[in-house]
């Protein structure tokens, strides 16, 4: 019984205390390294690899990277502050890759994340990139390039050191030179999202730990100042779209005083909710908020394009962003003002996913990229995003995959089962929302549907 229960405690989901947002979840080994000042000094990073640093209030921090001529390479910078951290809507996190004479390789100036009108803690993630390809004419050649990572924003009460995520990715030239041209046109239509039961999911605690999730609805409770990570699978030539609904509270929908405890208080939060989207790379796609009263609220990205190699050739920065196929990550922030003006408790939280369309080929690439597997959707991602698990060494893999070990251990049917309930019996008295097993095999599909998306901030 002690074996089922100690297995079933270690199943993925969130840590900590209700009404307690759980740490976010670096990479299982990361290498620590230090940033520094000086760009000569920088700590070498390698593509395919994942790293953890820190960043001060003041002054750059630089790393390095040593690149062939034949690979773009693309590195996100997640930002951490400690919990209770105060932000401003323009604090945020500034990355940039640059050459020998300090020219960014970005199209456009050094890419950025900002907290925005939510002024609300919680990772993000901004992506910088060194492209290459027939119509990439700087930071040319192979070479030593540096990556330069700084805060940016003017809060005063933000003077801890911010945790910080690198990852690290390298995508290789295509065989032969293709056109330059992005897809003429796409069905922008706003789609219609799936309907039905939700299935219960309960979301991870960053990238490493993001849940799969397959077309259909999806459900899970989320704690205000929590941030829950997911993950789905789009190949190429289909279309993602995502919509999320908070559930009402109870409390009513007029402005007023803050309740606390069990009941619900009234009152109004702006940006309550705020829903990002990444591609595989960790370069942003689009945001979507919504303020929230206490009644049932949604909030729905703008319509994107099939997974196309040639949207990367696109004037728009959502269209763009859709270049690679891969696992797309969601994150979803519920604002700490909501238990503040709203009362505790979490709030129920609903998915709308759609991927829509048959997969086609991809583009003949020279090389492989790093990480292996990078851009493309394998049958074992198909299986991993229907059973709702976390990625591969993540060190929280799916409910399956528990039971498996639990089974392997000789532990009889009987107390498996007797532990796995009563410690969901005790998740769900705490949580008194869905259960903490989120992760079983979900129910057939949901019938396609879909939502919406924008653009990630110039990268």
């Known amino acids: 019984m002690v074996a089922a229960l100690c297995v079933v405690a270690a199943l993925p989901g969130r840590a900590g205390a209700a009404g307690t947002p759980s740490p976010y979840a670096f990479a299982e080994g990361a290498e620590t390294v230090d940033g520094t000042t000086s760009n ?10 994942t790293y953890k640093s820190s960043l001060p209030r003041v002054g750059q921090r630089f790393y390095r990277l040593e690149l062939t001529a034949e690979e773009s390479a693309y590195v996100s910078v997640t930002a951490v502050p400690k919990p209770g951290t105060k932000v401003t809507y323009a604090d945020g996190v500034e990355v940039s890759v640059q050459d020998a004479d300090g020219n960014n390789c970005s199209p456009l100036e050094a890419q950025e994340a900002r907290y925005g009108s939510s002024e609300s803690p919680r990772p993000i993630t901004a992506t910088a990139a060194r492209r290459v390809g027939p119509d990439e004419k700087s930071c040319e050649g192979a070479g030593t390039y540096y990556v330069a990572v700084e805060r940016i924003g003017d809060s005063a009460a933000a003077r801890d050191n911010w945790d910080l995520e690198l990852h690290v990715a390298s995508e290789p030239a295509l065989r032969a030179d293709g056109g330059t041209a992005p897809p003429r046109s796409w069905d922008s239509s706003t789609p219609v999202p799936p309907s039905g039961e939700r299935k219960p999911r309960e979301g991870g605690t960053s990238f490493n730990r993001a849940r799969g999730l397959e077309s259909g609805v999806w459900g899970a409770a989320i704690e205000s100042g929590e941030t829950l990570f997911y993950r789905v699978p789009v190949d190429w030539g289909q279309r993602l779209s995502v919509a999320a609904e908070l559930g ?59 997974v196309a190699y040639e949207n990367r050739f696109a004037l728009t920065d959502e269209v763009a962003a859709m ?66 698990e976390t990625p591969a060494g993540s060190g ?6 528990a039971m498996v070990v639990l089974a392997a251990g000789g532990i009889g049917t009987g107390v498996v089962l007797l532990g796995i309930l009563g410690v969901w019996t005790l998740v769900a008295r705490r949580r008194a929302a869905v259960a903490a097993s989120a992760a079983v095999v979900p129910g057939p599909a949901a019938e396609h549907a879909p939502a919406e998306f924008g653009p990630p901030r110039g990268w």
């Open 40 to 49: 000569v000094e920088g700590h070498r990073l390698s593509p395919g690899k």
């Open 323 to 388: 270049r690679f196929a891969g696992w797309y990550y969601l994150s979803v922030h519920l604002s700490p003002e909501v238990a503040e003006k709203l009362g505790a408790g979490p709030l129920e939280l609903t998915l709308r996913v759609d991927v829509d369309g048959s997969p086609k080929p991809g583009p003949a690439y020279a090389g492989s990229p790093r990480p292996a597997d990078e851009f493309g959707v394998t049958e074992r991602d198909t299986a991993a995003a229907k059973r709702g």
């Open 396 to 401: 929280a893999g799916g409910v399956d995959e």
């Open 248 to 306: 009402s509270s109870g409390g009513g929908g007029e402005r007023g005083g803050a309740g606390r405890g069990s009941a619900r208080g009234t009152g109004y939060v702006s940006s309550a909710l705020v829903m990002s989207l990444y591609n595989p790379v960790r370069a942003h796609v689009d945001d979507a908020d919504t303020a929230y009263d206490g009644k049932q609220k949604s909030a729905v990205m703008d319509p994107l394009p099939p």
